[in-house]
């Protein structure tokens, strides 16, 4: 008896939900996607912090003519400890689509989250937290 198995998309790589195991965790999510292609041993993929945050930089409304909200997010992260940005370069922004991501690292979920609050004070409207809170 045979089956039938339709696929609409095959994308064997890694998800954005998984982009804080760059900093947060022994072995990425990249690096174990390679491993696990290249038939090596998988990597620890436990936390090396207690906590973690990631938050989606969203791309604003073009129409607007500013990026105000993103430049004043990534200068104010720089000066928080235990965080990180990555940020696409991608040739074009649209609302919210995904431009980068900003990771937090901190002792427990309590000062990460503190981070993450003090880094959106002013947040711009229409700019969820798309954050994953490990820990």
């Known amino acids: 008896m045979g089956y039938l198995v339709l696929l609409n998309e095959v994308a064997p790589r890694p ?3 998984g982009h804080h195991t760059i900093e947060a965790c022994y072995t990425s999510q990249y690096e174990q996607h ?3 292609i290249l038939g090596l041993p998988l990597g620890d993929p436990s936390m090396k912090t207690p906590a973690a945050i990631m938050y989606n930089i ?3 409304d ?3 003519g500013s990026t105000w909200f993103i430049d004043q997010l990534m200068k104010k992260a720089l000066d928080l400890p235990g ?3 990555h940020w696409y370069d991608k040739p074009e922004m649209r609302k919210q689509r995904k431009m980068g991501h ?3 690292l901190g002792p427990s979920k309590g000062i990460v989250k503190a981070r993450l609050d003090s880094l959106l004070e002013r947040k711009a409207p ?3 937290a798309d954050a994953v809170f490990v820990d």
């Open 83 to 85: 965080v990180s940005i």
């Open 15 to 17: 998800h954005n939900s």
């Open 58 to 60: 969203l791309g604003e």
């Open 102 to 104: 900003i990771t937090i």
């Open 34 to 36: 390679l491993r696990a």
């Open 62 to 64: 073009e129409r607007l």
């Open 126 to 128: 229409g700019h969820d």
